[in-house]
């Protein structure tokens, strides 16, 4: 595979097209400009191998702290979510569904904006979907913008437009805690402090829409999935699929099993025209962990979704993973997707403490602060410049230190240091590397702007064609 040309960086619309030789090869298009017609739905539109249409750094449970009691009754998973800092919003990027939050005359922004409808809310966590952003507070509300199409915002917003600024959702949350929340292409989904999951919007395939709740149908509003009888400790999203943790530590997954990202579907079954019904898909199931040879019945304690692909990691530190596999991007060198879950020894040998997957390639996090890729190379996203187009193992990016967080998604990658200064690499032509550019970043670049100058960034969320970044006020010495 070779780099785009000098041409190419200057068009405006973007087709990046898999190699064929690749198992599950794809076409992604990527586009800047506001849309005419009929919108986009998400950020990327996939179509794999089989037809198929196929982005979170997270906060570990500390489940050796004692527990407290919620108003309504329900065991507080998350006792340490009050001591968690605080900051303002700020997006950048391309906005043609309203997901930068500033309006419905701002479509893109070369450099980060406060998003000024909620700046005086102290924001704990911001994710990024495929187009739109959802900010969780620490009155524990919840704000969602952008597109709206599938009700990933859990709001109704056909008769005042608000998909382009901030509001709130209200309705069976009103009165729940929410400590965590995960994104993907469609969906959202919110944790509570007693380990209750509420999703809303829904999954999609090659096919349409899968469903959430019900079979097909989109879900317009939180609702609590009640089918799991276990206290949830942690959520990952992926595009299309939805993963929990639970605080016994086994794992429950839901959502599109096209690329064996939820771990429990044979390959056989993932076409939705073959035997198995949709429900068998949405409705959440626990996966099967073999444990690694010398080891204990594996424990999860943390999840980690890409894309289409999904780790776990044990108490022991063990890797498990399982989706989509054709650059690598798992952590096996075969290039095979995996259907259920696999031991995965070249990121246990890392140490890790952070996993984070774009569409092709991933970045893991180990305990020293040090940042390893893996997967596509191409636009930059591995961050080692342009002679590295494709690693089969984790390479570490010598440039960065002292890392705390990591995230990633379609073709860009993202890291925060314990200074509070954010870098980026990959993908220049949506404006998510705050560059002001639409130069592609082949090594990692620090995120600029004006209204970073004063600010330590806490974190950084990726969606399809816009970047959201948590900040927080410098204290002036």
Same mark, same amino acid.
């Given at each position: 595979m070779v780099s785009r040309s000098a041409s190419a960086r200057n068009s405006k619309t973007r087709v990046q097209t898999e190699d064929k030789g690749k198992k599950s090869a794809s076409t992604t298009k990527v586009s800047e400009k506001k849309q005419t017609g009929n919108p986009r739905k998400r950020g990327l539109d996939i179509d794999d191998e089989n037809g198929q249409t196929p982005t979170s750094s997270q906060d570990p449970v500390n489940k050796k702290t004692k527990l407290n009691e919620e108003p309504n009754g329900d065991v507080s998973v998350f006792p340490d979510f009050g001591n968690l800092p605080t900051g303002v919003a700020l997006t950048v990027g391309q906005g043609d569904m309203g997901q930068l939050g500033l309006g419905e005359d701002i479509m893109s922004r070369k450099k980060p904006a406060i998003v000024a409808s909620i700046a005086d809310e102290k924001v704990k966590k911001v994710v990024a979907g495929g187009m739109h952003t959802v900010c969780l507070t620490d009155q524990h509300k919840i704000y969602t913008f952008g597109c709206n199409d599938e009700f990933a915002l859990g709001r109704d917003t056909a008769d005042d437009d608000s998909e382009y600024e901030p509001k709130l959702i209200v309705g069976p949350l009103t009165e729940r805690r929410v400590v965590h929340i995960s994104a993907g292409d469609s969906h959202t989904?919110? #944790? +509570?402090?007693? !380990?209750?999951?509420?999703?809303?919007? /829904?999954?999609?395939?090659?096919? !349409?829409?899968?469903? #959430?709740?019900?079979?097909?149908?989109?879900?317009?509003? $939180?609702?609590? #999935?009640?089918?799991? %009888?276990? +206290?949830?400790?942690?959520?990952? /999203?992926? %595009?299309?699929? #939805?993963? *929990?943790? +639970? *605080?016994?530590?086994?794992?429950? +997954?839901? !959502?599109? $099993?096209?690329q064996g990202q939820i771990g429990r579907i044979g390959r056989y079954f993932t076409d939705r025209g073959r035997k198995r019904k949709t429900a068998n898909y949405i409705t959440p199931a626990k996966i099967h962990l073999r444990k690694v040879r010398g080891s204990k019945k594996p424990v999860i304690v943390k999840v980690f979704c890409g894309s289409y692909t999904t780790w776990v990691l044990s108490s022991e530190g063990h890797v498990y993973g399982f989706g989509l596999n054709n650059y690598k991007q798992l952590g096996f060198p075969d290039g095979e997707n995996r259907y259920i879950p696999e031991y995965v020894e070249t990121l246990s040998d890392i140490g890790c403490k952070q996993i984070a997957g774009g569409q092709h390639h991933t970045l893991v996090l180990d305990h020293k602060g040090s940042v390893y890729t893996i997967g596509r190379g191409d636009y930059g996203r591995l961050g080692h410049g342009s002679d590295v187009i494709e690693a089969s193992e984790p390479k570490k990016i010598n440039s960065l230190c002292d890392i705390t967080s990591i995230t990633a998604t379609s073709c860009v990658s993202f890291a925060v240091d314990k200074d509070g200064k954010a870098y980026g690499w990959g993908l220049g032509t949506n404006l998510q590397l705050t560059t002001g550019d639409e130069e592609d970043e082949w090594e990692p670049v620090e995120l600029t702007g004006k209204n970073l100058e004063k600010r330590s960034v806490l974190q950084v969320a990726s969606g399809g064609q816009h970047t959201v970044i948590l900040a927080q006020d410098n204290v002036e010495s």
């Amino acid at each position: 595979m070779v780099s785009r040309s000098a041409s190419a960086r200057n068009s405006k619309t973007r087709v990046q097209t898999e190699d064929k030789g690749k198992k599950s090869a794809s076409t992604t298009k990527v586009s800047e400009k506001k849309q005419t017609g009929n919108p986009r739905k998400r950020g990327l539109d996939i179509d794999d191998e089989n037809g198929q249409t196929p982005t979170s750094s997270q906060d570990p449970v500390n489940k050796k702290t004692k527990l407290n009691e919620e108003p309504n009754g329900d065991v507080s998973v998350f006792p340490d979510f009050g001591n968690l800092p605080t900051g303002v919003a700020l997006t950048v990027g391309q906005g043609d569904m309203g997901q930068l939050g500033l309006g419905e005359d701002i479509m893109s922004r070369k450099k980060p904006a406060i998003v000024a409808s909620i700046a005086d809310e102290k924001v704990k966590k911001v994710v990024a979907g495929g187009m739109h952003t959802v900010c969780l507070t620490d009155q524990h509300k919840i704000y969602t913008f952008g597109c709206n199409d599938e009700f990933a915002l859990g709001r109704d917003t056909a008769d005042d437009d608000s998909e382009y600024e901030p509001k709130l959702i209200v309705g069976p949350l009103t009165e729940r805690r929410v400590v965590h929340i995960s994104a993907g292409d469609s969906h959202t989904c919110a #944790l +509570t402090d007693g !380990g209750k999951v509420f999703v809303w919007g /829904s999954f999609r395939d090659g096919r !349409g829409v899968i469903g #959430l709740i019900k079979e097909e149908e989109v879900c317009k509003c $939180p609702t609590q #999935l009640t089918s799991i %009888n276990e +206290t949830v400790v942690d959520v990952d /999203s992926g %595009n299309d699929h #939805l993963v *929990m943790v +639970t *605080m016994s530590g086994k794992v429950f +997954t839901m !959502g599109c $099993p096209d690329q064996g990202q939820i771990g429990r579907i044979g390959r056989y079954f993932t076409d939705r025209g073959r035997k198995r019904k949709t429900a068998n898909y949405i409705t959440p199931a626990k996966i099967h962990l073999r444990k690694v040879r010398g080891s204990k019945k594996p424990v999860i304690v943390k999840v980690f979704c890409g894309s289409y692909t999904t780790w776990v990691l044990s108490s022991e530190g063990h890797v498990y993973g399982f989706g989509l596999n054709n650059y690598k991007q798992l952590g096996f060198p075969d290039g095979e997707n995996r259907y259920i879950p696999e031991y995965v020894e070249t990121l246990s040998d890392i140490g890790c403490k952070q996993i984070a997957g774009g569409q092709h390639h991933t970045l893991v996090l180990d305990h020293k602060g040090s940042v390893y890729t893996i997967g596509r190379g191409d636009y930059g996203r591995l961050g080692h410049g342009s002679d590295v187009i494709e690693a089969s193992e984790p390479k570490k990016i010598n440039s960065l230190c002292d890392i705390t967080s990591i995230t990633a998604t379609s073709c860009v990658s993202f890291a925060v240091d314990k200074d509070g200064k954010a870098y980026g690499w990959g993908l220049g032509t949506n404006l998510q590397l705050t560059t002001g550019d639409e130069e592609d970043e082949w090594e990692p670049v620090e995120l600029t702007g004006k209204n970073l100058e004063k600010r330590s960034v806490l974190q950084v969320a990726s969606g399809g064609q816009h970047t959201v970044i948590l900040a927080q006020d410098n204290v002036e010495s």
